[in-house]
């Protein structure tokens, strides 16, 4: 069992016309969660070194400095590179945190129009997505960061800017996953 599988396993049973409203709303929350998931590039690989020959569990092994602002690479990059900070939102939601997520989503979708990735966001295979994940965890992830380190300002610029596509790409994605279940 991977995400890729369990979303289509949740796309199914959000289709099914006798699922029940409560069970189809568990799933949709479910799949809202892992196709988010499935776009952090961290969520899909795992690295394997001979110091970490279990591998590192997609960055969770890969543990920053003190001085860093998570403590491990999967953390960070779930941060989002420090892109809407590194402080976790309390739960629920003040009225100044939905304007800063608002505020964020607006930013995202001005910098990534869904018209700039249209052929993209017309695949909606888990399984591409997740080998789009490993594709940018070795190109853009794992380079240029050092275990125990802290990522230089150039390495957060290029998480944030990864880290933004991705988001706007799951939601777009999303959207279309829904547009077609409902």
């Known amino acids: 069992m991977n995400a890729a599988s369990v979303i289509k396993f949740l796309v199914g049973r959000i289709k099914s016309p006798t699922e029940p409203d409560l069970r189809k709303a568990y799933y949709l929350a479910e799949l809202t969660h892992l196709v988010g998931d499935i776009h952090q590039p961290l969520h899909t690989v795992t690295r394997y070194t001979p110091e970490e020959p279990r ?11 003190e001085a860093a602002p998570r403590p491990n690479l999967h953390s960070y990059w779930d941060a989002a590179g420090g892109a809407f900070g590194f402080r976790d939102l309390r739960r629920p939601l003040s009225n100044n945190d939905q ?36 594709a940018l965890a070795i190109a853009q992830v794992y380079p240029g960061i050092q275990e125990n380190g802290v ?32």
């Open 55 to 65: 591998g590192d569990l997609g960055g969770n092994f890969f543990l920053l400095a």
């Open 99 to 134: 304007n800063k997520l608002q505020t964020f989503a607006n930013d995202i979708s001005s910098m990534f129009p869904r018209s700039g990735m249209t052929t993209e966001v017309s695949n909606l295979d888990p399984l591409v997505w997740a080998q789009e994940g490993k």
């Open 151 to 182: 990522p230089s300002t150039t390495y957060q610029a290029n998480a944030q800017k990864v880290t933004k596509r991705r988001i706007a790409l799951a939601g777009y994605r999303l959207g279309e996953i829904l547009k077609q279940t409902f």
